[in-house]
């Protein structure tokens, strides 16, 4: 086993514990997605801003051949990472990208449109996972907008057995810190994909008061004192002292999202795609939306 050298580049004092391991909920989405929902309604609160998080991959092109045909969002913002395979984006605006290979697309939905995802692809292997960030209140209604981030734009953070790719947020601290492609304000989210090879190790200062979650997506990875296995997700407890995450590889290498933001603490209001504060404001964008006011 390859061994690399974390004593002297041990960062923290007090890693955050696992408070609770979480197996996915197997489901389908869309025309006939078949995905797993990793972070369920009934964690919406607890993981505070994220309000979904679901992980798809498959090599058979029947589970994903339909993609998600036009649907409207309102109230949040979508993160989707492709680890493999091509998906192209329409919406209502006029927009278009091919979402592709390690790239990620930023959606903040706002005050809501309308858009396609669909495989650009009739066979091969389809991967990648949709987050969901809540929007704090005042926001809610902002014009949409997207960000297409390919993977060559995507910042690394590197150390011998680990790379990590940086898509919020900061990966590292001090001087070595590498800032991520995307920075928000008020949840300041931490999104961070983490590789590593048999026996390494990343340590990521959080914010105390940050909710987080590592979803370990290949091989299994050692999170404060918890071994965590391939397709679970470690909700990391709260603690004051704490000063960070700390994941480590064994004998075999490992991938895994660590995520990380400042709770919205504000009231959540969901029906299907409609992310709000109030029911009246949900009745609202189901109002908006039949009257053709989404674009
Ligand atoms: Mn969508």
Redesign the pocket.
């Known amino acids: 086993m390859p061994s690399h050298d974390t004593a002297s580049t041990a960062l923290l004092q007090r890693p955050r514990q696992v408070e609770r391991l979480v197996t996915g909920r197997a489901t389908q989405d869309g025309a006939g997605v078949k995905l797993t929902r990793v972070l369920t309604h009934d964690l919406q609160h607890r993981l505070d801003p994220f309000l979904m998080l679901d992980a798809f991959g498959s090599d058979e092109a029947a589970d994903y051949i339909a993609g998600?045909p036009d649907?409207p969002?309102r109230g949040f913002e979508?993160v989707t990472y492709m680890i493999a395979g091509r998906m192209r984006h329409r919406d209502s605006a006029g927009h278009e990208g091919l979402l592709s290979n390690g790239g990620v697309q930023w959606?903040t939905a706002g005050r809501g449109l309308i858009?396609s995802?669909l495989p650009e692809q009739e066979e091969g292997r389809m991967e990648g996972f949709?987050l969901w960030l809540n929007l704090p209140a005042r926001d809610k209604m902002v014009d949409p907008s997207y960000r297409d981030i390919p993977a060559e734009a995507l910042p690394h953070w590197q150390a011998p057995g680990v790379d990590v790719t940086v898509i919020a947020g900061q990966a590292g601290s001090g001087d070595a810190a590498v800032a991520g492609a995307v920075q928000r304000p008020h949840t300041e989210p931490v999104y961070l994909d983490v590789h590593l090879e048999p026996g390494a190790v990343f340590e990521q200062p959080l914010p105390p008061g940050h909710h987080a979650f590592v979803y370990v997506y290949r091989g299994e990875a050692q999170v404060g004192g918890t071994l965590v296995a391939r397709q679970r997700m470690a909700i990391l407890a709260q603690d004051a002292a704490a000063d960070g995450v700390r994941l480590a590889a064994g004998d075999a290498p490992a991938k895994a999202l660590l995520i990380a933001g400042r709770p919205l603490r504000e009231p959540i209001a969901q029906y299907g795609?409609f992310v709000m504060n109030s029911h009246e404001q949900i009745f609202q964008a189901v109002e908006d939306f039949r009257a053709g006011r989404f674009g």
């Open positions: 998600f649907h969002h979508t959606m858009h995802e949709q795609p």
